[in-house]
């Protein structure tokens, strides 16, 4: 460790065009990511989780920002040392149905990124590492010419891994994993990811809704809502004090599998508001049941309250302060 | 339902799956067998045509059908059965080289508008729009008679007047399939968009390609005849159907069987390129997978 | 609970789907109670023959390829599968009512919603179509979705009121049983918390029974009173749900439990049950989790378990860990 974070993420913005106007995706969000550490980041649907996982690593253009990769911002580089770049940061897919190529074998398939990248001279050579990944990542050596058809979920998500490991990357993103896998494979993938992290010291955003499963593979959490990070903390500490009222109330969404749990539950009002042309402000002012005027005309930025702790939210202390005095 | 496709296991590779399938329509069967038919014909036709297609007996002009020229003679007394097995040679060729043009031409103009969108994707399609907009079979009029009458002419004619189906319906399955996770898991590990374009996505939207082709076979047998008809096709005495159509179409009150047999030849081969075509389209679409 | 007079009384239910392949056994002798007002959790993995049974009670097994093959399904003392196709029509929708996974393709998008809830009330009760519409927008009042918005087309709604305008559609003509079918699955948590609060202050007004088919015991916790674990198209464990999330006790059953990560404690390693899912169209013989079980015995692999009450109402599919005496 030299001190230097592995990925450092500054004012990073992605704006769609839609008929209707600028779609605010990923908009000013800032944070860095050190060696060797897992980052969750959780949220709803469109909160620009997945947009900003592969804003980073350049798979769709930001509007703007910056991202430091080791010292360099990738966002500067041209198409070929992007390419080369490519090598040392890799993404894993939601959706193994989708994610491979139905027309290539299990063994084609992790080929893929070893023959694009012209890794080896020899075929023997190239499948003996094939061979090597499989191994890897838990799949058995006679799947090797099998189509993907053929496998379950959770054996086509371990194809997924095999293809991102074979450039022996530094950094991955895993977007949503797990979340198209049923519980027991669910958990069996999650052990795969945490080995894998032991055993080769793998950088990982973890991107997902599910808030357990992003909780028991990360060492920090942030929090995204219409496009914002409105939180950033410690696994632990955004579970036990979570200070941004939409961290509270999503925490508290969640249906525990316990008979007896006791909690205040906070439903929400309404819907996500769009995030086309949002307004000034705070992005959750509509929702909000502490909402201020000022949190209407203000948008609050993203501060450390504590150390390691930052959040977006210009009552932040206060707030629970208000609340255990209650 | 949904347990019942997921649990279910495929076993076979692509070709086999959908050999299988088609097995399963006795419409597209019989097409395929006398597809077969006809291609054996075609390719051996030297050896089980009776005699040489331009064998000219004036002799035995204008005869009907009999044990000798099973299918009659024309006005030259040229055996029809024979200029028909030749013939098929001709008009296969002409079907399948034409589709294999508008299928390369089209395929590739209507991928790259997929791929990339935006002005390339509006410039090529409106091209498109523009040939689709003129009767297929006017222009391929208007090409064959700029080109000259010929057998390689009428090719290229019968195939450029093809071109935007192909490109369209290439254009509307890469569009679908560019959104598919896969194309984006290669990009990110490095492939190159020609990769991509050729290796990820036009392999998996040939089904509704090949199935267009079938039928465009048909098509352009069709149309070829049609130009062979009105003088702007083959050139005599190379028996095309169409033409052989056409140089009978003078006896047809006196000895209809000299556009009778043409005709059904015709017709035949027609049927069994939509029978196949048709069986194929089911047996390549996803939905009917179970 | 024997004595209580049931809604829903299934028997030995198998019900098969036919395919190139062989025979998919998708469920196979279920046997499933609910009484009056009790809400079922219906809790299994992809592939457990949740929705099948779902379908089946409903009669609505697509056929081909599916069959129902023996069984009985008794709703209100009589037996569904005895009953005519007419007899069914007024029985679907009107006693027993269907939520379907996702509220985007259940609605017709070129209706508005005020006439597709209308259009169920017409179907099944004796009313004129002023009648009808009243009843649409009373039905809408009571899953929170304002009277002005009944005019609406289903696309100008986000995803969670659409599932509530289901909601609305399936109590429209008082069922007795409401079946949900993963109703939550495709909405975001803080938006599922909303529809699940709605469910439970909607069963509390109408004490309608339920069966809610879910994969998700979270969401089992919540909102059940009983819970049935399903393992390869069998009813494995069936109990009380405090009993069942208290004391586990089918080795399937604990396996799930353990693969879900906690959110209140650190755990290094999730413990997972090892294998996957049976392939359906070649169950193993006897028990068929047993190449999966870890109690597995010699008689496993040869003898079908049958359901042994461990506790009073407390059942489970596995004669190894009843035996073992595991009882609180």
Known sequence: MNGRPLVDVRHLKKYFKTPKGMLHAVDDVSFSIDRGETLGLVGESGCGKSTLGRAMIRLLDASGGEVWFDGEDIMKYSDAAMKAMRKRVQIVFQDPYSCLNPRLSVAELIAEPLIVNKIFRTRPEMNARIKELMDTVGLAERLFGVYPHELDGGRRQRIGIARSLALKPEFIVLDEPVSALDVCIQAQILNLLNNLKKEFGYTYVFISHNLSVVKHVSDRIAVMYLGKMVELAGSRTIFQDPLHPYTQALLSAIPLPKVDAVRDRIILEGDVPSPIEPPEGCRFAGRCRHRQERCRTQTPELREIDPGHAVACHFARNLVQGEVKK | MQTATTATKKRRNGVGEVLHRI??????????????VIFFLAVFADVIAPVHYAKQNLMHAFEPPSAQFWLGTDEFGRDILSRIIYGARISLMVGFISVGIAMCVGGVLGAVAGYYGGRTDNLIMRAMDILLSIPSILLAIAIAASLGPGLFNLMIAV???????????????????????FV???????????????????????????????LGVATAILVAAGLSFIGLGTQPPIPEWGAMLSGGRSYIRDYPYMTLFPGIAIMLTILALNFVGDGLRDALDPKLKR | MANDRLLLDIRNLSIHYEVEDGTVRAVEGLNLRLGYGETLGFVGETGAGKTTTALGIMRLVPSPPGRVVKGEILFEGEDLLKKSEAEMRSVRGGKIAMIFQDPMTSLNPVITVDRQIAEMVALHQDVNEKEALERAVEMLALVGIRPERAKDYPHQFSGGMKQRVVIAIALACDPALLIADEPTTALDVTIQAQVLELMKELKRKLNTSMIMITHDLGIVAETCDKVAIMYAGRVVEYAEKRRLFLNPVHPYTQGLFNSLPELDEEQEELKTIPGLMPDPTDLPPGCPFHPRCGYAGPQCATESPAMVEVEPGHLVACPVRARKGDKP
Do not use: W
């Not at chain 2, 898991?185 to 267009?212: E, T, W, Y």
């Open chain 2, 23 to 36: 097995g399963k329509s006795p419409m597209a069967v019989a097409g395929l067998v006398i597809l077969a």
């Open chain 2, 159 to 181: 195939g450029i007047a093809a071109i935007p189906q192909y490109a369209r319906i290439v254009r509307g399955s890469v569009l679908s399939i560019r959104g598919q996770e």
């Open chain 2, 184 to 214: 984006e898991a290669a990009r990110a590990v490095g492939s190159s968009d020609a990769r991509i374009i050729f290796k990820h996505i036009l392999p998996n939207c040939m089904a509704p390609i090949i199935v267009q082709g079938t």
